[in-house]
């Protein structure tokens, strides 16, 4: 059984890095080519089971994939990387979006989004579930599928959701930089539900060798249903089986000065935002409260897209909280 990241086999918390390597050199003063990076994005969720929204219309008003493709353009300038989406939505309006990004490539193909769409006006439940397995894949096999399809030339994989993306320049300086140092995977570390789900790091920001999850030989989604304890997340058997082997984690801890709850809004590292079920119904498997989850990811939700460096701002204390909580925690 593999030590949990809390008692000692991570590494330190990067909450407070500083690390730089937006000018690469030498030691002759040649440049150095920077790591080449491919970003995973699953857009949409699978239309069934207790995650799902089977209401489309906070898709359209609420596209998370917009400001994610943004933030990932804003914040990565001179870093080599593409980025690839497994598109589950197959909304007209979102294929519009991503194709608006030169550096995007989104899978399945336009045909698969027209059956896709074709599907959705088939009256009866069952049949129109029977086909959405033709075109759609839960988050974690979308992202073993996408895994499979990096080129060889890309040196490192970083998964992010589309409601989690980069409030800093050096990001991926942040991310590369601590497995450059031998940190075998780094990102989001997702502790908030500890002890009933063991901590680990979440592919809401998750970052490793491309070559490392490939001779890794673990998914993200293999046997994701299998009940195992350290098995219950995408990324979390990825983060205990690399423990297992000795290797070390660098988790990017929670930093926010302003929480308004314990998953939802959060700021990890101080370099990536994670909304929480933005794309899909507020769930989680420790909560109790479920109409005040619904309410909270409403207002952050809508802060984010009214205006997201004030949101961002807010949370890191820099501004003044004028959102109007009244379960705000300190």
Not at 51 to 58: E, F
Not at 86 to 110: C, E, I, T, W, Y
């Amino acid at each position: 059984m593999a030590n949990r990241p809390d008692e000692g086999s991570a590494a330190a918390p990067n909450s407070d890095a500083t690390v730089s390597m937006s000018e690469p050199a030498s030691t002759d003063g040649s440049p150095v080519r920077r790591p080449r990076v491919a970003i995973l994005i699953v857009n949409g969720f699978a239309r069934k089971g207790r995650w799902s929204r089977p209401d489309l219309s906070n898709a359209l008003t609420y596209p998370w994939i917009e400001p994610c493709l943004k933030q990932i353009e804003r914040h990565s300038r001179g870093w080599d990387y593409e980025i690839f989406v497994f598109d589950n939505s197959h909304l007209k309006q979102h294929r519009a979006l991503m194709r608006a990004h030169p550096s995007v490539h989104v899978f399945p193909s336009g045909l698969a989004a027209l059956l896709g769409r074709a599907i959705r006006r088939i009256p009866m439940a069952r049949p129109r579930r029977a086909l959405e397995y033709l075109v759609q894949r839960p988050h974690p096999l979308a992202l073993d599928y996408l895994a499979a399809r990096v080129p060889a030339e890309f040196d490192y994989i970083v998964t992010l959701d589309t409601d989690s993306f980069p409030v800093r320049d050096d990001w991926l300086d942040v991310l590369v930089s601590e497995c450059e140092k031998g940190a075998a995977v780094a990102g989001v570390y997702r502790e908030e539900m500890a002890p009933k789900i063991n901590p680990f790091v979440h592919v809401s920001g998750l970052c490793i060798k491309r070559q490392e999850l490939r001779e890794l030989e673990v998914s993200f989604g293999k046997d994701l249903q299998r009940g195992d304890e350290y098995n219950q997340e995408p990324g979390q058997k990825i983060t205990y089986e690399l423990l297992r082997r000795g290797r070390t984690i660098a988790p990017l801890k929670r930093s926010n000065e302003v929480n308004y709850h314990w998953v939802i809004g959060g700021i990890y590292g101080d370099v990536i935002y994670h909304q929480g079920a933005g794309s899909r119904n507020a769930i989680f498997h420790t909560s109790n409260d479920r109409r005040n989850d619904e309410r909270i990811g409403a207002m952050l939700r809508d802060a984010a897209f009214e205006d997201l460096d004030h949101l961002i701002a807010v949370l890191r204390g820099q501004a003044t909280d004028d959102l109007s909580a009244s379960s705000q925690q300190s």
